[in-house]
């Protein structure tokens, strides 16, 4: 499996994908924290948290769409099929491949703090738990637009695809509003990522939120695996 992350981490770095997702994560989140943080001599990193939420949702399919179309689309896939490892191992470095430059991403945020601590006291327990939360929130993103790139050959459709699908899972919550039937909005409520998403922003840790972070990332791994399997076996 090491040696799949390590291909995957090579393959972000010896291409455009790695220096384009860094330079647009790096380019708005200065935005906000200079917009919230600096102009309003604000100590608080809640709001660029926040905003930057909708960025990643475009970030992410970007770092995922290639992570099995591409190898579909190159005739790649046949090697990692007789890899000599399992595929739930391949899945698994692929995804640890994308989670890797996403947390490396929104390691700036731990930078930001650090700035704002010259000036003033930053709510340190916020802050991290804040971090944790996007941490889970993108490695669920991640597993589920792995997972739809798994379903294509092209990565233009991965990407597109996944985009649509984030934006969805993001407007989950004006969904509800909008529902009169009971029993149907309780189940989007039970899957609305923004219900679990939100304790994290006040420094609660749940294991409730954190299980189903892990739970949603660790089923679209699954869904993946038999994917593929399905296509070694066809």
């Known amino acids: 499996m090491s040696a799949i992350l390590k291909r995957e981490l090579s393959s972000y770095f010896n291409s455009a994908i790695a220096y384009v997702v860094f330079a647009a994560y790096f380019f708005f989140s200065g935005v906000f924290f200079y917009n919230y943080c600096v102009v309003y001599n604000s100590a608080s990193l809640s709001y660029v948290y926040g905003n930057m939420l909708l960025i990643i949702l475009f970030l992410i399919p970007i770092i995922t769409m290639k992570s099995f179309a591409d190898e579909k689309y190159q005739k790649t896939d046949q ?8 595929l739930t191992k391949v899945v698994l470095g692929k995804f640890l491949g994308a989670f890797v ?7 700036i945020f731990l930078l930001y703090a650090v700035v704002i601590s010259f000036f003033a006291t930053p709510e340190w327990s916020v802050i991290l738990c804040t971090f944790l939360g996007l941490l ?21 459709v991965a990407a597109i695809v996944s985009m649509a699908v984030n934006l969805v899972i993001y407007m989950m919550t004006n969904f509800t509003s909008m529902i009169s039937i ?3 909005k309780n189940i989007i409520g039970k899957i609305d990522f923004a219900t679990y998403y939100n304790s994290f922003k006040y420094g609660l840790l749940s294991a409730t939120d954190i299980t189903f972070f892990l739970s949603v990332a660790g089923l679209f791994i699954f869904f993946t695996v038999r994917v593929l399997e399905k296509r070694r076996w066809s």
């Open 101 to 107: 430059l996403y947390a490396i991403c929104s390691a």
């Open 136 to 156: 889970l929130f993108g490695a669920a993103l991640i597993a589920i637009n792995v997972f739809i790139s798994s379903l294509t050959e092209s990565t233009i």
């Open 182 to 184: 009971d029993w149907i």
């Open 79 to 86: 090697a990692l099929f007789t890899a000599p490892v399992s």
